[in-house]
Structures are given as C-alpha cells and as structure tokens.
C-alpha cells in the first residue's frame, strides 16, 4: 500500500505537451494513411482503365486476332509479338486481350445477374420477416451448401458450348452472398427513425421498401456487385480450362490457358504466364477499387456511425 502511494506521489501531474504530441503524431499517420489510399486507389483505377481500354481497343484495330500462321508456331516474346505466339501461331498479344474482353464482359453480365436476384431475394427476405425470412434464408443456406464451381459444372453441362448457359452458371451460384449482405443491411435500415416515423403515418411494407430501404441498400448491393466481378471471371476461367465453358474457337484467357497447356510441356511458357499475368493484374485492380470503396462506405470507427 505503501508502495502504491510512492509511486502516485512521484508520478507527479499529467504533462499535456505529451497528450498533444500523441495526437499529432495520430494526426500524421492518419493522413499518411489517407495518402496511401489514394495512391492505391489511383493505381488500381489507372491499371483497370488501361487494361479495358487495350481489351477494346488493340483487338477492335488489329487486321486478324485469330489469324493462324504455322510457320510462325511458339515463337518467344518478340518487338512483332511482345507475348510471343501460340501453339497455332496466332500472336498471343491480340489473342489475350481479345480473351480478357470476353472474360469481362461474361463476368460483368454474370454480375449483374447475381446482383439483381440476391438484392431481390435479401430485400424481399429482410422486409418480410416471418416465415418468408426463415424460407428464403433456408434457400441461400442451400445454394451455398453446394460448392459453386461444382454447381456451376452441372448447369453448363445442360447447355454446353453456349455463352448463355457459362452466364447462368455464375449468375445462379453466386447471388446467395448479395442476399445474405442486403439482407443484414434491411434489418438494420428497418429498425431507423425515418422508417418508423413512416410505418407510424400509415406507409404500407411495400411502400417503406420501394421508398427508403431499397435507395439505402444500393450502395451496399453495388459493393457486392463489384467484390464479384473478379470471383465471376475466375469462374469463367475455370469452366473454360476445364473444357466446360466458352466455345473453344472464342477466345478467353480460359481457353487460352487450356490451349496453353501443352506449350508449357514444350518450354513456351509465355502462353500461360502472359495470359495469368492479366487475369491476376485485371483481378486485383477491381479489388483495390472494391476496397478503397468499402472502406469509404463502411464505417470502421464506432464515431462513424451516428453521423
């Protein structure tokens, strides 16, 4: 007891020169942060909007994507062709971008697809509650039991060789996770004054979903949007290289990567890694932009949620 009173008694008052310096210091790192964020975030959108920008453009001006030269067969990367060229002599360049448009674009209406039906299904879900919450959420529970790909697989093989049957196969594996999100987002948002002040004049369910719930979940539902594009074009890519996707005569980085397969056994390894190279780069520049957004939207400190 003794001891404690010492040390109390030698501690002496509380500096405020150091309970300033802490916060600036906190200050400093704070925009350190924030600077940082926006590097990344500038990067990631520059990458993508550089990666679309060649997938559209370099294809569209080139004379023959697809053009096959047999003379011209797992040529190294070169000035002519800085990818090198595939076991068919195309130019791996032109093919892979041409790949990486179509990749995107399955991706992008596979996401929108997904996006529609969860929203639906989560707003529906959260705005109804009961009976109708405890069957729609047994449905996800289902769907996301069955592991995607696998799922995936056995709607392809119902329609295989077509873009349709590649679109539904992500769209319809993947919208239990937006259902889930929008879903959680709605029994919050049900719970805010607006809301009850709007249940209290006489606004019906349907009226207080269509006019306050459905605009503040967009945001939310537009995220989860985004977070699937690269998950939908890793998919595409799988089912491809597994023979189950695309046609093989329309590029993707897929099929490409199928086709690649045996050049690799050969020493053309340019035919896999360039390909990969702008899968991976394509990925991860929509899911810095995906964090940077998250990140702005959701809040992290418990300060942030009373605004």
């Known amino acids: ?11 002496g008052p509380p500096r405020p020169w150091r309970s300033a310096a802490r916060a600036r210091a906190g200050a400093v790192r704070g925009a350190a942060g924030a600077v940082r964020a926006r590097l990344r975030l500038v990067t990631a959108v520059t990458a993508l909007g550089a990666l679309v920008l060649a997938a559209l453009s370099v294809p569209a001006l080139s004379a023959a994507p697809g053009t096959v030269d047999y003379q011209a067969i797992r040529l190294p990367p070169s000035p002519a062709h ?3 060229t595939d076991t068919s002599g195309r130019d791996l360049f032109v093919r892979s971008l041409a790949g990486l448009r179509v990749s995107l674009l399955v991706a992008a209406v596979s996401t929108v697809v997904s996006t529609v039906l969860g929203t639906a299904v989560g707003a529906l879900s959260g705005a109804s509650g009961g009976w109708v919450d405890r069957l729609l959420m047994r449905v996800v529970d289902a769907v996301n039991a069955v592991p995607h790909l696998l799922l995936g697989i056995v709607i392809v093989a119902l329609y295989r060789g077509t873009v349709l049957a590649v679109v539904l196969s992500i769209g319809l594996t993947h919208w239990a996770t937006v259902a889930r ?4 987002e709605v029994l919050g948002l049900r719970d805010r004054p607006y809301v009850d002040a709007a249940v209290s004049a006489g606004a019906g369910r349907w009226w207080v979903l269509r006019n306050h719930l459905l ?12 977070l699937l594009v690269p998950h939908a074009v890793f998919h595409e890519t799988a089912l491809s290289f597994l023979g189950l996707g695309l046609p093989p005569h329309l590029a993707s980085i897929g099929n490409i990567l199928s086709d690649g397969r ?16 702008l899968l991976v780069a394509t990925t991860l520049s929509v899911s810095g932009i995906a964090a940077a957004w998250r ?3 959701i809040p992290t400190r418990r300060s942030e949620l009373t605004l």
């Not at 939310?220 to 985004?226: G, H």
């Open 82 to 84: 800085p990818f090198g």
């Open 181 to 184: 999100v929008v879903r959680s």
């Open 262 to 277: 045996e050049g690799v056994l050969l020493g053309a390894w340019w035919i896999v890694a360039f390909p990969a190279g």
């Open 295 to 297: 990140d702005r939207t």
């Open 1 to 11: 007891m003794v001891e404690l009173e010492s040390d109390s008694a030698t501690a």
């Open 215 to 226: 605009p503040a979940i967009v945001p939310q539902a537009a995220l989860s949007a985004v």
